[in-house]
Structure formats: structure tokens, C-alpha cells
């Protein structure tokens, strides 16, 4: 009876292990997905990663779920309510002469200086939570389409957030520059006080820099990036 007693002992702890582990499975958003939307319409790959990168649409995991994901509208901010909750100032600082700190991206790669001062450096600063930082997510993605094979630039995005919480939102939502997690104190050497900012740095030299998100700042950060490349 023992004997009985204890194999069923182990029995319930194989099962509530075995349980507990495929909870903390994280299967990565691919192509076999499953995405629905919130009536349970299954849509397909090409559909809704298009839908997702027009940075209008998210995706969010399904509960008690390994791989099913639900399908969301993200709700849009006006302007004024951009700069209400994340302020429209820049930071001041236009045409000097910057350091840059050692920074490591996701992938291990390391950037300074040394690395840094032959380079167009495209810099964008975000936080995950950040709503119109995620509204410009899709449009930084063109110009770094366009531009990723001009070896004389370098696209960086400091993120204030820590590591798993940046890959986490990478399977909802991609985001191509080489992106610099744990961002603080980067964020604090470039006096950066409103989300998202993008800078321009050419030789060290700030040459665009512009605080909050609109089409026409997307806009003017291309034709900074055109103009440099034009004079190199």
C-alpha cells in the first residue's frame, strides 16, 4: 500500500511538472502562428505580418495559449495628446561636437567612438510602452530598407528597456536597426528628456535632431541622411 501510495505521489509530481514546464514554453511569432481576430477569423502569414508592419495592428498572445495569438487595432494619439503625455522639446544641442558612449546591441556587437567616427550614425531613442514611438516603428523600417546596403551608415535605436522585454515585443512587432537595450544612461548622456527623439551624427557631429513623432519628421530625417550621403 506504500509502495502504491508513494508511484502515486511521483505520478501527480510528473504531471504538475511536466505542466508547469509547457507552460513556460515561448514558441517565437513565425509563419506557423496561429493569428485570429477577435471574432476567430484565422488569418494568413502574408496577411498579417503586412497588417502588423503598417504599425497600425499589433498582435497579442492568446491566454493560457503556446502559439495563438490575437490580432489588434492599436489605437491612434492626436498630436496634442503626443505632446501632452511625451512632450515636443528637442534636446538642444544641434551641431555640436558628441561623444558616444560604449554601447552592445541585442546581437553582442559593440559600438564607440573609434567604430562610430567615419560613420552617418542614425540614432533613434524609444521605450516599449512608448505609443508614438511604435507609430514611427514602420517608417524607420523604409528608410533602414533603403539605405542597409550604404556601408557609411549605421542605424542605432537605444531603448530604455531591458533585454527580454525588447525581444518580447520584437516577435509582435519588428524593428530593423541594431537595437541597444538597458538605454538609460545613453539616454542621459544625450540629455534626451521626450520619446521618441532621432539624431543624425555625422563625424560626431549632430546634423539632425528632432523630438516626438509626425510623418513630416520621418520626413526630414530622410532628406539629412539624402543630403549626407550626396556630400560623401
Request: charged share 25%.
Amino acid at each position: 500500500m506504500k509502495k502504491l501510495y508513494i508511484i502515486y505521489l511521483i505520478s501527480i509530481l510528473l504531471i504538475i511538472g511536466f505542466k508547469g514546464f509547457s507552460q513556460t514554453q515561448r514558441i517565437p511569432l513565425s509563419e506557423k502562428s496561429i493569428i485570429k481576430d477577435s471574432i476567430g477569423n484565422v488569418y494568413p502569414y502574408e496577411k498579417w505580418f503586412a497588417m502588423i508592419s503598417t504599425g497600425t495592428y499589433k498582435v497579442q498572445k492568446k491566454k493560457d495559449s503556446i502559439d495563438e495569438y490575437i490580432l489588434l487595432k492599436i489605437e491612434k494619439l492626436s498630436s496634442e495628446v503626443n505632446k501632452e503625455i511625451y512632450g515636443n522639446k528637442s534636446p538642444n544641442f544641434l551641431g555640436n561636437q558628441i561623444k558616444f558612449s560604449r554601447m552592445t546591441d541585442l546581437d553582442g556587437e559593440k559600438y564607440d567612438d573609434k567604430s562610430l567616427k567615419d560613420k552617418i550614425v542614425v540614432l533613434n531613442f524609444w521605450f516599449v510602452q512608448c505609443a508614438p514611438c511604435k507609430m514611427e516603428i514602420p517608417d524607420l523600417n523604409k528608410l533602414y530598407r533603403k539605405y542597409k546596403e550604404t556601408d557609411k551608415i549605421v542605424f542605432l535605436s537605444v531603448c530604455l528597456d531591458a533585454e527580454p522585454n525588447i525581444i518580447g515585443f520584437l516577435r509582435t512587432m519588428p524593428f530593423f536597426y541594431k537595437i541597444i537595450p538597458w538605454g538609460e544612461d545613453v539616454a542621459y548622456d544625450f540629455k534626451v528628456a521626450s520619446y521618441p527623439t532621432n539624431l543624425v551624427i555625422e563625424k560626431g557631429v549632430v546634423k539632425f535632431c528632432k523630438a516626438g513623432y509626425s510623418p513630416k519628421n520621418v520626413m526630414d530625417l530622410e532628406n539629412t541622411i539624402e543630403s549626407l550621403i550626396a556630400k560623401n
